[in-house]
Protein backbone atom coordinates (compact mmCIF):
# COMPACT_ATOMS: atom_id res chain seq x y z
CA UNK A 1 0.00 0.00 0.00
CA UNK A 2 1.16 3.69 -1.00
CA UNK A 3 0.38 6.38 1.22
CA UNK A 4 0.31 9.63 -0.33
CA UNK A 5 1.41 12.66 1.26
CA UNK A 6 3.59 14.67 3.33
CA UNK A 7 5.88 12.51 5.68
CA UNK A 8 6.71 13.20 8.21
CA UNK A 9 3.94 15.17 9.87
CA UNK A 10 6.47 17.38 12.23
CA UNK A 11 7.46 19.76 9.25
CA UNK A 12 7.51 23.14 11.29
CA UNK A 13 7.82 26.05 9.01
CA UNK A 14 9.02 29.90 10.85
CA UNK A 15 8.21 33.38 8.96
CA UNK A 16 8.64 37.24 10.30
CA UNK A 17 5.46 39.55 10.12
CA UNK A 18 6.43 42.93 7.71
CA UNK A 19 8.46 40.25 5.91
CA UNK A 20 7.12 38.27 3.09
CA UNK A 21 6.91 34.45 3.66
CA UNK A 22 8.90 31.62 1.36
CA UNK A 23 10.02 28.09 2.65
CA UNK A 24 11.90 25.18 2.33
CA UNK A 25 10.28 22.54 0.45
CA UNK A 26 7.45 20.34 2.10
CA UNK A 27 8.99 16.66 1.86
CA UNK A 28 6.70 13.58 1.45
CA UNK A 29 5.46 10.71 -1.14
CA UNK A 30 4.21 11.46 -4.08
CA UNK A 31 3.48 15.04 -3.75
CA UNK A 32 1.86 17.01 -6.54
CA UNK A 33 2.00 20.44 -8.07
CA UNK A 34 -1.86 20.36 -7.65
CA UNK A 35 -1.22 19.60 -3.96
CA UNK A 36 -2.28 22.28 -2.39
CA UNK A 37 -1.24 24.13 1.75
CA UNK A 38 -2.82 26.08 3.96
CA UNK A 39 -1.98 28.36 7.14
CA UNK A 40 -4.96 27.45 9.42
CA UNK A 41 -5.65 28.44 13.69
CA UNK A 42 -6.20 24.80 13.74
CA UNK A 43 -5.89 21.63 11.24
CA UNK A 44 -9.61 21.44 8.81
CA UNK A 45 -10.22 24.70 10.83
CA UNK A 46 -10.76 28.44 10.28
CA UNK A 47 -8.15 30.95 7.84
CA UNK A 48 -6.26 33.45 10.30
CA UNK A 49 -6.81 37.20 9.28
CA UNK A 50 -3.90 39.15 7.86
CA UNK A 51 -2.26 36.17 5.91
CA UNK A 52 -1.39 37.15 2.16
CA UNK A 53 -3.83 34.94 -0.56
CA UNK A 54 -5.73 33.80 2.71
CA UNK A 55 -2.91 31.97 3.94
CA UNK A 56 -3.09 29.26 0.92
CA UNK A 57 0.78 28.42 -0.02
CA UNK A 58 1.12 27.90 -3.78
CA UNK A 59 3.57 25.65 -4.69
CA UNK A 60 7.03 26.72 -6.70
CA UNK A 61 6.19 25.88 -9.83
CA UNK A 62 9.42 27.04 -11.76
CA UNK A 63 11.04 24.07 -10.25
CA UNK A 64 11.51 20.62 -11.21
CA UNK A 65 8.24 18.28 -9.86
CA UNK A 66 7.48 17.81 -7.25
CA UNK A 67 7.35 21.60 -6.24
CA UNK A 68 10.81 22.23 -4.14
CA UNK A 69 9.05 25.45 -2.24
CA UNK A 70 6.43 27.12 -1.15
CA UNK A 71 5.35 30.34 -0.65
CA UNK A 72 2.76 33.07 0.36
CA UNK A 73 3.75 34.71 -2.46
CA UNK A 74 5.09 38.79 -2.85
CA UNK A 75 3.00 40.09 -0.42
CA UNK A 76 4.36 40.87 3.07
CA UNK A 77 2.84 38.50 6.04
CA UNK A 78 0.86 41.13 8.38
CA UNK A 79 -0.62 38.98 10.52
CA UNK A 80 0.01 38.71 14.30
CA UNK A 81 2.82 36.90 16.07
CA UNK A 82 2.17 33.47 16.89
CA UNK A 83 1.93 29.75 16.75
CA UNK A 84 -0.60 28.42 13.50
CA UNK A 85 -1.08 25.04 11.77
CA UNK A 86 0.53 24.32 8.18
CA UNK A 87 -2.29 22.16 6.50
CA UNK A 88 -2.00 19.54 3.39
CA UNK A 89 -5.04 18.74 0.94
CA UNK A 90 -4.58 16.60 -1.96
CA UNK A 91 -4.81 17.87 -5.01
CA UNK A 92 -6.32 14.42 -6.26
CA UNK A 93 -9.51 15.32 -3.59
CA UNK A 94 -12.04 15.33 -6.19
CA UNK A 95 -14.10 18.29 -4.56
CA UNK A 96 -10.98 19.92 -4.67
CA UNK A 97 -8.92 22.14 -1.83
CA UNK A 98 -11.69 25.44 -1.45
CA UNK A 99 -12.34 25.58 2.00
CA UNK A 100 -10.30 25.29 5.52
CA UNK A 101 -12.23 22.28 5.97
CA UNK A 102 -10.34 20.27 2.94
CA UNK A 103 -7.43 21.03 4.67
CA UNK A 104 -7.22 17.64 6.95
CA UNK A 105 -3.86 17.18 7.51
CA UNK A 106 -1.88 18.86 9.68
CA UNK A 107 2.21 18.48 8.53
CA UNK A 108 3.48 20.91 11.35
CA UNK A 109 3.75 24.33 13.07
CA UNK A 110 3.81 27.82 11.27
CA UNK A 111 5.51 30.07 14.00
CA UNK A 112 4.98 33.70 12.85
CA UNK A 113 7.80 36.05 14.92
CA UNK A 114 6.40 39.71 15.28
CA UNK A 115 3.87 41.60 18.12
CA UNK A 116 0.82 40.38 19.22
CA UNK A 117 -1.57 41.51 19.63
CA UNK A 118 -1.47 44.00 16.64
CA UNK A 119 -2.83 47.27 18.58
CA UNK A 120 -0.26 47.82 21.72
CA UNK A 121 -1.28 51.45 22.93
CA UNK A 122 1.58 53.15 24.51
CA UNK A 123 1.10 56.87 26.53
CA UNK A 124 4.05 58.95 26.53
CA UNK A 125 4.35 62.95 28.40
CA UNK A 126 5.98 65.82 26.27
CA UNK A 127 9.01 67.08 28.11
CA UNK A 128 9.39 63.85 30.09
CA UNK A 129 11.78 60.90 29.81
CA UNK A 130 10.19 57.96 27.92
CA UNK A 131 10.85 54.82 27.37
CA UNK A 132 9.37 51.59 25.91
CA UNK A 133 7.92 48.90 27.78
CA UNK A 134 8.60 45.87 26.11
CA UNK A 135 6.19 44.34 22.93
CA UNK A 136 3.89 41.62 23.81
CA UNK A 137 4.73 38.80 20.65
CA UNK A 138 6.94 36.24 19.76
CA UNK A 139 10.11 36.23 19.16
Given at each position: M ?12 T ?8 A ?16 LAT ?10 M ?5 P ?7 P ?5 G ?14 W ?11 G???Q ?5 M ?6 P???D ?6 R ?10 E
Open positions: LVVGPSPLEQDRCIAGRTCNERIRGQSLRASDRLQIGGGTVPLRFPNGLILDLNASQPSGMGLSEIVSAPGGLYRLCCSGLKPSGCLRTDFTDLGATILGVSLQQRTCISGVWAVDSLLGL
